[in-house]
Structure formats: structure tokens, C-alpha cells
């Protein structure tokens, strides 16, 4: 998902506001994601790995046990990635089209790596909607409540990596399908047979859009479903920068499962320290069994209510940063839909993120999010050359 906060481990492909033309900045050098360290070169046959630490298991693959179904709620749309990168927006000569949206990827990227996952969203009734519809399909992804919207256009994203380290932005957003989304549109039946329910945070900043998300969330909840949280913060769609921590807050403690980085962390508490252990753990609450802090190059921390501790990173050749987070996320949800038990297991878990880890690392050696989330196969290769 495209970061519109200064961050290295909230991913690139998002919305903002349309008809109306909005270029955001991020900081300068932060275009790394967790789990991997970029390079200038780039060798797109045999992506190269270093583990920082710990072994990965021999043939580098977790144990899937069986296909426990995670369904993933939110936006899905299109990025438009220039074709040459180090150029601004204006500047660049053409773009890739590539299907994106944090939800999205996430759910494709748990399909690629042999999982079970559906998508719950909105699109426009259009030939990218259409488009973004049978590349759920074909990427084996359960779309049957995915919705058309015959009165709103699907999202669009325009992102950059400039010469300067600063990415640039551009999006289509006012409204578009994925806002519009209601409640009676939702197959409640769906997100209670599920073991795991996804969403971020996007969902939650207009209605009707927001009630559905509410009552989707509270349904799982009943149904003893495990609610997974990235809040991904688009901080330019939100009215103010109070409205989004109060929006992204405001279904915290429901969640068991959150996935956040240290600049949210930053943001959330008002600039206190995101690298002090005492401030993350104010983030705890009764019912949350796993926190996982991304540090982009530095790889990712880990909470629970027994434990904690530091996966770190693997070294990439980077191209483009675009879904590597959404990876991260579809390789844990992946492990943990199978076996939730990694949550009592410390090594185990530590394996499992490592595992995500290079889930990340392979997303950045190809341009795009949804065309770059690996296969289980691949994955295996990268971490057997890493190990070999």
C-alpha cells in the first residue's frame, strides 16, 4: 500500500482524492520495507538473500496443515508505476499498470503461497474493475462478494521513486467505488466461516463505507473469528491528522492481531519514542495476542503477552517497493490461519517471520504489488540460495 505518512514499512498503492490532482512527498530515503535492505543493482533471475541471524528452516517453508480461510476486507484498485524509475511523475514516459490495495494483495499473496483467501469490496463498474475481478479469479482468490458500482469509477494511484529518494503521488479518489461499499452488500455467512478476517484502516474514513467495515468486523468477532489489523495510515484522507488517530484508534482493541510500523507508532503517541519497548506495550490491550512492529531494513519486532523479540532483516536487491508490506502480511496470516499455536511458540513464530520477511524481500525484485507477491515455490528458492 502507497505510505501518505513518511515511512519505510508502510507499502506503496493507494487512493486519495478525485477529480482533483494531489502529489504527496514522503521522507527523503525511506522507500524499504520490512524485512529487506535495497541496492542500486538489480539481477531479476535469482534475487540474492542474506539472513541477518538466525537460520531459516532447510527447505525454507512453513508447514501449511490445511487451507483455513482468510478473508481479507478493503480497497483494491490500480497503481500506475513508471516504467523508468528516478524520474518525477511529469517526467515519466509511460506507466505500468498493476492491480493493487494493501486488502487485496494480501489476499493474493496468501493464494500464491498455496492458502485459502476471498476478498470482501467495491469496485467500479468498469473495465478496471472488471479487470481487477479476474485477477482475483485467476489468482485462485474466492471474489464472489466482490461488488460493481455502476455510479463510481474504480480508484487509481500514480506512484514514483524520484532521482532524490523521495516518492511521489498521485490519486483518483472522490468517491470511488471501494468508499461506497454498505452493509447489505456484505455475505456475512462468508466472514464467519473464516479463521482469520482482514482490514486496514482506508475503510474506515467515510460511509457508508465504514458501518459496513463495523459490522463485517463485529460479525467475525462473534463468530470467534481472529481479526487481523495493518492500519496502513493515508494520512491526506483522513480531515485532519487528530480524525485519523481517533479513526484508526477507534477499533484498536478489538483487534488480536496488528501489524504497524514505527513512524505509526510515532504518530499514534504524539512523537513519543516507537523503540522503546514501554511505549509499543501501551499499545497491548486484554485481548490482543501478537504486535509485530516493521523497521524497514531492520527487519521487524514482536510482542505478545509472554514474549517478544526481533526477527531481523534479509539483504534484497531492490526495485520497487510497492506491496512488500501487503507480502509480509499475506506470509504471516498464511502460518498463523493454519496453525494459530505459533502464538504460544516463540521459535516457531520467529521462523514464521522470518519466513514473511522473505515474502517482502522477493515482492521488491519486480515492479508492481499484485504482480510481484511471490509463489510458495519461489520463496523456497530464495531462502535455499540463501542457506546454500
Sequence with gaps: MTALYPTSSCFYGSLASYPFHKSVKTGRGKVAGPGFYPSQRFQPSAPRFHVQGKALPVDGLPEIKDSSLVVCFGEMLIDFVPTISGLSLADA?????????????????????????AFIGKVGEDEFGYMLANILKENNV??????????????????????????????????????????????????????????????????????????????????????????NLRLPLWPSAESAREGIMSIWDTADIIKVSEEEISFLRQGEDPYDDAVVRKFFHPNLKLLIVTEGPQGCRYYTKEFSGRVK????????????????????????????????????????????????????????????????????DAILRTVA
Aim: some cysteine; aromatic content about 8%; hydrophobic content about 45%.
Design 93 to 117: 514516459p509511460a506507466f505500468k499498470k498493476a492491480p493493487g490495495g494493501a486488502p487485496a494483495n494480501v489476499a493474493v499473496g496468501i493464494a500464491r503461497l498455496g492458502g485459502s483467501s
Design 142 to 231: 474466492n471474489s464472489e462478494w466482490m461488488r460493481f458500482d455502476p455510479g463510481a469509477r474504480t480508484a487509481l494511484a500514480f506512484v514514483t521513486l524520484r532521482s532524490d529518494g523521495e516518492r511521489e503521488f498521485m490519486f483518483y479518489r472522490n468517491p470511488s467505488a471501494d468508499m461506497l461499499l454498505q452493509e447489505d452488500e456484505l455475505d456475512f455467512d462468508l466472514i464467519t466461516k473464516a479463521t482469520i478476517f482482514h482490514y486496514g484502516s482506508i475503510s474506515l474514513i467515510t460511509e457508508p463505507c465504514k458501518s459496513a467495515h463495523i459490522a463485517a468486523a463485529k460479525a467475525a468477532k462473534d463468530a470467534g473469528v481472529v481479526l487481523s489489523y495493518d492500519p
Design 313 to 380: 532483516g534479509l539483504v534484497v536487491e531492490a526495485v520497487d517497493t510497492t506491496g512488500a508490506g501487503d507480502a509480509f502480511v499475506a506470509g504471516t496470516l498464511l502460518q498463523l490461519a493454519s496453525d494459530l499455536s505459533l502464538l504460544q511458540d516463540e521459535d516457531r513464530l520467529r521462523d514464521a517471520l522470518m519466513f514473511s520477511n522473505a515474502c517482502g524481500a522477493l515482492t521488491v525484485t519486480e515492479r508492481g504489488a499484485i504482480p510481484a507477491l511471490p509463489t510458495r515455490e519461489a520463496v523456497r
